[in-house]
Nanobody
Framework: QVQLRESGGGLVQAGASLTLSCAAS????????IGWFRQAPGKVREFVAA????????RYGDSVKGRFTISRDDAENTVYLQMNSLKPEDTAVYYC???????????????????WGQGTPVTVSL
């Protein structure tokens, strides 16, 4: 079992930056490919970014490319999502998810992840 805990959400103005954290714990934190998703009210869960367990394989959703950066610190068992130039349409609950796989695979579909955090809300005002 893997437990994930997100933090760092909050209320910011458009154009601001925010960094989210996803801390992993449990029986094994090796070979965890981590993804960030978000879900706005009334909308489906959307892929944001993912990083393979090697830290070098990255993928981003089209709506955040060039503004968001995903990274990981394996010494801290934590994955970060640096969000710059935030827009009101970035408002959502942000979730991190983990997929255990010895292969480095960055998945973009929610159903492909095994464990989820409880989410952290991000609100971007005009």
């Amino acid at each position: 079992q893997v437990q994930l805990r997100e933090s760092g959400g909050g209320l910011v103005q458009a154009g601001a930056s925010l960094t989210l954290s996803c801390a992993a714990s449990g029986r094994t934190t090796n070979y965890l490919n981590i993804g960030w998703f978000r879900q706005a009210p009334g909308k489906v869960r959307e892929f944001v970014a993912a990083v393979g367990w090697n830290g070098n394989t990255l993928r981003y959703g089209d709506s955040v490319k060039g503004r968001f950066t995903i990274s990981r610190d394996d010494a801290e068992n934590t994955v970060y999502l640096q969000m710059n130039s935030l827009k009101p349409e970035d408002t959502a609950v942000y979730y991190c998810a983990a997929d255990w796989n010895p292969s480095v695979i960055v998945r973009t579909t929610p159903g492909e992840y095994d464990w989820w955090g409880q989410g952290t809300p991000v609100t971007v005002s005009l």
